[in-house]
């Protein structure tokens, strides 16, 4: 009788064990469901998609936002130095170049895990976690906030420096030097 009685309680625990490891394992999907539950699941998930969708964009519209304003204000300074068109061009020309050099990367990668997340039929909540970590990780090292100056930020500043050098250069070139300058 007791060996009858471990036995099933083994058999039970061998069912139960399986039918966890079996749903742990089984991928959230989006594709279309007949049961009632599974609709809503399926609603959820595209929920999540949209969602997921919508933070990636407004991260993309955030990087954006920090190039364009470091755009301006180099535009600012080097209008401020009362260069020509002709002297402007070029400086603004590389630095923007450079700008856009350390920016795109960055909203490629977000563009990337989005069409990841919203091109997948199956996905785990795991991945969708990750994927919500790395645009996580990018804001947090991209952007500034109060606790750290974020990556763009601290090229424009890089960048700030070379347009006051390229600006400096242009103005020693102008006639009579510039401000304090011999000229060539």
Do not use: W, Y
Request: charged share 20%; glycine share 8%; aromatic share 2%.
């Amino acid at each position: 009788m007791l060996q009858t009685l471990v036995a099933l309680v083994t058999r039970k625990l061998v069912v139960i064990t399986i039918l966890l490891l079996v749903v742990a394992v089984i991928p959230v999907t989006a594709q279309p469901v007949t049961s009632g539950d599974e609709k809503i699941a399926a609603r959820q998930v595209a929920g999540q998609k949209q969602a997921f969708s919508s933070d990636g964009d407004a991260l993309i519209s955030r990087l954006q936002h920090a190039e364009s304003t470091c755009d301006l204000t180099l535009v600012a300074l080097v209008k401020a130095a009362g260069l020509s068109a002709d002297d402007m061009g070029p400086i603004l020309d590389t630095a923007r170049a450079k700008l856009d050099a350390g920016v795109a990367p960055l909203v490629a990668r977000v563009q990337t895990d989005e069409a990841e997340i919203t091109n997948a039929r199956v996905f785990t909540k795991q991945e969708l976690a990750d994927q919500r970590g790395d645009l996580a990780l990018i804001q947090a090292t991209a952007l500034s906030n109060a606790e750290s100056t974020g990556t763009v930020a601290v090229l424009c500043q890089e960048i700030r420096v070379e347009v006051e050098q390229g600006v400096a250069a242009a103005q020693r070139r102008l006639p009579g030097g510039g401000a304090g300058g011999d000229g060539d």
